[in-house]
């Protein structure tokens, strides 16, 4: 096996939003780190703080109202955090890049898709227009668009084929790290194992590490190596995909597989989690689970319990001595 | 078993600039009382407008429409309100079917009031209890929509359909804008409503899991025509039409031990406007022949196991 080198890694990240009202804490001190050519996935529901933490790595929080807290994001063993904007241009869509979840809405109406794929590689690239014409046109190609579309407008592809464009523009200057936030979370089920297989085979071809955003466990399985389970604002439990998928340890994650209708169809009823997801304006005492976990005892309402290392490379974000049974 | 609505040759067409769009195109089926039949299918195959034609938000283009063996294909404004009081529908987005302005109790009391057969004493007990049983809180009586989740939402939007004990509703993907968690709870309720009072589903969904938990009988639809129908464990256990299977073979699957083929169609749905005779599945079909270019119909497979391809046989051998 290759050995291991550290891209990305995330330490104590807090963010929050104020506004006149209240302040919404939206990361809570989140740290992981992502290796070269490796898939981290961050599995969630929604309001759990995932694309506040895709955001923050890109440097792209609206501030205000975001404001990050505290914490560090050292990429290549430079903190983004504290770095000037004039440099933070230079690696966010070359180095990291992103591709958003709708693809309908991050494409700008009035370029051409060829136009909007060019764009990044001639800022990034310091090559002539012609060149990044080019270079945009075999992007295209690669993400199984004939170049002769090179000159069509957003509105006059589908939705599958505007995220082959999203995502051809994320690629186009080979970035070290692709941050995926959902990215077929707004395309049909045959559309989705189309654009995840070719998601795929370019990170492979190309090396990239990728963290992807997604509610879907099913995604995670299939294109994940090591897994984080956010839960508002925290992450409950974090390891290898086996770790995950084999011995889930939190409640919450054994929560949410639960909760899952299975395809093989032989359960009668769902078992869902009870009550709902935290106000992240208004978060509980200590675990921040307590209220819905069915183990919970005195001491979880009054202590946040850390990320323990059960296992390794395996943490959880829970007292329980015996996770058996969970 | 008592056939509570049956459909036959049900069309609906949409005139465009472009022509005609067929959004349903010939489609036939019934539903027995108190059973759930799971309608599925990727964005614009119909499924919606199928939904929407069957309880009459949609008028149907052509075709017959059977409720109770009564024929509602064509009814005037008066019968009309009097056969919404059974027919109901649960939309999908519980952000933009509610009324901003309009309070919790509001808007699940509506109904009983339209109907002028209910005192207020007695309207507020119902809506009371319907507030109960779909799990809201009483202190959410007079709490408008923006004020809250997605789940309490759509819980109104159930407790609304509800109310006036309807018979038959249709389920326009009832779960699909909320969370797991949450949606397991939404599921689980509306399976103990329909057990509790009889309630007869049409569930329309793009989510293949959530359709073979909740349905009794499957209809897969592509581009307006139902192209495989059968039970809901037959179909996953045994699809047949090369649609079914990579549709099926295209789901992720929450296990990291389970190995699948999966076929990756070329391509994306065609457009519905003015389509060619044959089957519509052909462009993206990987054992499309020549005589794939002639309209194909359902054909019994054996056990009620409908399938439209003229090639079934040769694949599935």
Redesign the interface.
Known sequence: MESKELLLSVKELAVSYRTSEEIVRAVNGVSFSVNRKETLGLVGETGAGKTTIAKAIMSILPDPPASVDGGEILFEENDLLHMPEKEIRKIRGKKISMIFQDPMTALNPVFTVGDQIAEGIRIHENVSRKESEERAKAMLEMVGIPSSRYGEYPHQFSGGMKQRVVIAIALSCNPELLIADEPTTALDVTIQAQVLEMIGNLKEQMGTAMILITHDLGIVAEVCDNVAVVYAGEIVEMGSKEDLFDRPAHPYTNGLFAALPSLAGDQKRLKPIKGLTPNPANLPEGCKFWPRCPYATEECRQENPGLREIGPGHFSRCTRKSQEGC | MERLLEVQHLKKYFKTPGGMLHAVDDVSFHIEKGKTVGIVG??GCGKSTLGRTLIHLLESTDGKIYFHGEDITHVDKHKLRKLREHMQIIFQDPFSSLNPRMTTVETIEEPLRLTGRYGKEEIRELTRKMMETVGLDERLYHAYPHEL????RQRIGIARALILNPEFVVCDEPVSAL???????I??LM?DLQEERNFTYVFIT?D???V???SDEICVMYLGQMIEKCG??EL?ENPLHPYTK??L????????HVKRN?I??KG??TSPVEPKPGCRFAARCPYCREECSIPQSLQDMGEGHMVACGRVKEINR
């Open positions: 990727e964005s989740d997605g789940g309490r969370d797991v968690s949450i949606q397991a709870q599921l689980n399976q793009h293949l899991s959530v073979r938990h909740i809901a464990k996953f990579a549709l073979s295209a789901i992720p699957i929450p296990d990291i999966r990756i169609l994306e749905i």
